[in-house]
């Protein structure tokens, strides 16, 4: 059996910044609340969101056997001006660096499992915030109490146990919505589970499928993603 102990000093030693272990079972909807988002239509013409909604919800759909999410988070520096592209796309692509750094990792442990970074159906933030590395802030990223939401994040799904699972950790957002107000295209849910409306969301029309945006909405001076709801939080100061 691995201990989080362990498990984290080895994340440390590969690279990443910070590592929790979550139980692998299924989020719940207050957790994640993938179903009511989609019946909503918030998810536009993201349609792969629905196709695997249940294995989105619970890994052991995904892994046959799974028992431990091993997450880890990488931080990266925050944006020196507003504008242009998005903070996480002014460095290298991630998921390289990320994916080799998780199969570093298992090596280290010498375990099984499977290592994802936003590639596959399963929620890097939502499964970062079971295992206590933050909590889902009202704009919908993970928030962490050190690097705000300025991370980037990798899980591994294995079958291996761990000998004690983290616990999530409540939400600091309490009254705040300062991204609410920041979002010029009102495209944050300001009371509720954590939502955002991606057809009002700059990055919906510049990352995904680039296309035109409504007339009514503004890019906010952004070419590639938006960063204006993660520059108000007080937690990225
Ligand atoms: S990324 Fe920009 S457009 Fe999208 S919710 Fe945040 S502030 Fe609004
Ligand atoms: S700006 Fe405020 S409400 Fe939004 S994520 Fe940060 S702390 Fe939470």
Known sequence: MLTTASIKQAALAVGFDDCGVAA?????????????????????????????????????LLVPGARSVICCVSAYPPPSSRGGVAAYARHRDYHKDIKAMLFALMQKLGIEGRAFCDTAPISDKHWAARAGLGWIGRHTLLVTPHWGSWVNLGEIVTAEECDSYASPLPSSCTSCNLCVEACRNGAIAAEGAPMIDVRRCTAYYTTHHPRPMPADLSDGGYSLGCDLCQLACPFNR
């Open 24 to 60: 692998a079972a299924a989020l719940s909807d207050e957790e994640y609340p993938l179903r009511e988002w989609l019946r909503r239509g918030w998810n536009g013409d993201l349609d792969y969101m629905e196709r695997n909604a249940d294995k989105r919800m619970d890994p052991r």
